[in-house]
């Protein structure tokens, strides 16, 4: 399996403020997700990291509140763009394919005051 | 709305005991499953991966899988006290390989 790591893993923010989270594999890897866990909640996808062009995003998720980048085929970031309270949570990525199994990273724990 | 169910718990088994955890999902074309295991703080963890009807079998682990019912399970055999944790189900439909998660089970096992 990839080995993940994510940058910060931890933060403690200000309500405004944007905060970006970087996530790096050891490998190339085609998919990239991100991922919110809410406290006490399950995970929720974000959107699909897209290698050379636009993030997919899902319903309730968008690229202005969202943004995200992906360089390369090992990297990507997420930005939480002028937090609110409300987006306190973990955020994780994780890499993998299609009917394939997926892994993730370690994740960042985000407290917005 | 593609779903997947799974009970809240908390399940507590003694040690060395079963613990079953069973996960429904809406979509009848979902493609793979699932189990993960997160442990208070931590990142979920991969611990089966199942696509074909039947069982899988990995150590203490078995995973089964009924298509046509659709629900998937997880077996913890010999249940130590450092399985407790919370552990989700997932379910990849054909859309680009997307996870959607279930709740989670919580599961205690009791020394």
């Known amino acids: 399996s990839a080995v993940i790591s994510q940058k910060p893993s931890r933060d403690i923010c200000q309500r405004g403020t944007s905060l970006t989270i970087q996530c790096q594999v050891d490998?190339?890897?085609?998919?990239m997700f991100w991922y919110r866990q809410q406290p006490g909640q399950s995970l929720t996808l974000i959107a699909t990291?897209?290698?050379?062009?636009?993030?997919?995003?899902e319903s309730g998720f968008v690229i202005d509140k969202f943004p995200i980048s992906r360089p390369n085929l090992t990297f990507s970031t997420l930005t939480v763009s002028n937090m609110s309270p409300e987006d306190s949570s973990i955020y994780l990525c994780?890499?993998?394919?299609?009917?394939?199994?997926?892994?993730f990273g370690p994740g960042t724990r985000l407290t917005v005051l | 709305q593609k779903e997947v169910e799974q009970n809240s718990g908390p399940l507590s088994v003694p040690e060395g005991a079963i613990a079953s955890l069973n996960c429904t999902y809406s979509?009848?074309?979902?493609?793979?499953f699932f189990w993960y295991r997160q442990y208070s703080g931590k990142s979920p963890e991969l611990i089966m991966f199942?696509?074909?009807?039947g069982d899988k079998e990995d150590g203490r682990f078995t995973a089964q899988l009924n298509k046509a019912s659709q629900y998937v399970s997880l077996l913890i055999r010999d249940s130590q006290p450092s399985d407790s944790a919370t552990y989700l189900c997932?379910?990849?439909?054909?859309?680009?390989?997307?996870?959607?998660f279930g709740q989670g089970t919580e599961l205690s096992v009791k020394p």
């Open positions: 994780s890499v993998g394919g299609f009917s394939s199994e997926q892994f």
């Open positions: 490998s190339q890897v085609t998919m």
């Open positions: 990291a897209n290698q050379g062009s636009e993030a997919t995003y």
């Open positions: 979509d009848r074309g979902s493609q793979s």
């Open positions: 199942i696509y074909s009807n």
């Open positions: 997932a379910v990849i439909y054909n859309q680009g390989g997307k996870l959607i």
